[in-house]
């Protein structure tokens, strides 16, 4: 059975003194979770040190939201994957609709940026998803499959065997509204059958593939217990321990053999 991974994607939300309240709070709702359950948490960029003082003696991950496909030089502003592992950032978020549709990412930016991140030995969290126009006229297999070749371009079995990929609905990103468990879980099988074609069946049967499009307590187990969702990438109840917390309990109630 595939590990679940829960990653809690903070935004351009806390400041280093609210990050430091929030993983507080988030060390103590977390306790004893941690059970057969993949947890990371991946604050903006000033507070990733912050955060990562907080880490000690846990199981929790830290992560960052994006990184530059640069090693270094010239470009303001940027990140590189070497400045994230220097931190102690494990996961990287790599093409979320917010950087795709904000400022103009493209497949082939997200897939030299993945190149760099496996290099430098983090594990990129690789965003894909469908706009609700894409969705209402019928072409999310076409633009999964599009997203999935691109983001995926040249990568090794090895490489695939380090990453994540989260399927982020853009329509349900923000809006409150959730694609159905079987929604979801279509997209998901969509992904791990692109995998199989391209890498053999045994590298897409052990990609973890999580679901990022608005999960909550109330709905993370109906949506983690489906056959091809593997966890999830949370927003905003990322930003609140107790509702983190109830997604992480309901991964590991889903993971527990019988």
Not at 42 to 54: E, H, Y
Not at 70 to 90: N, P, R
Not at 108 to 129: D, H, S, Y
Request: with cysteine.
């Amino acid at each position: 059975m595939r590990k679940k991974l829960i990653a809690g994607n903070w935004k351009m939300n806390k400041d280093i003194h609210e990050t430091a309240v929030l993983m507080e709070g988030l060390k103590e709702r977390l306790k004893n979770l941690y059970d057969g359950v993949g947890v990371a948490v991946c604050p903006p960029f000033p507070s990733l040190v912050v955060a990562k003082s907080f880490l000690e003696g846990t199981s929790i991950a830290l992560g960052a939201q994006n990184m530059s496909q640069h090693d270094d030089g010239a470009y303001t502003g940027e990140v590189s994957a070497k400045m994230l592992t220097a931190i102690g950032c494990t996961y990287v978020i790599l093409g979320h609709s917010e950087r795709r549709q904000y400022f103009r990412e493209t497949d082939e930016q997200v897939n030299a940026k993945v190149k760099k991140a496996l290099k430098a030995g983090l594990q990129p969290i690789i965003c894909v998803g469908e706009t609700l126009e894409e969705r209402e006229s019928g072409v999310t297999e076409k633009i999964i499959t599009v997203q999935i070749k691109g983001v995926l371009h040249e990568l090794t079995a090895s490489d695939i065997g380090r990453t994540v990929i989260a399927y982020e609905p853009v329509w349900a990103i923000g809006t409150g509204k959730t694609a159905t468990p079987d929604q979801a879980n279509q997209v998901h099988k969509l992904i791990r059958k692109l995998v199989a074609q391209t890498y053999e069946r045994s590298v897409a049967d052990a990609l973890i593939i999580q679901y990022g499009g608005s999960m909550n307590a109330e709905n993370a187990q109906a949506l983690l217990s489906q056959s091809d969702i593997d966890g999830g990438l949370i927003g905003g109840a990322s930003l609140k321990p107790e509702a983190f917390a109830g997604i992480v309990q309901a991964a590991r109630a889903v993971s527990r053999p019988g």
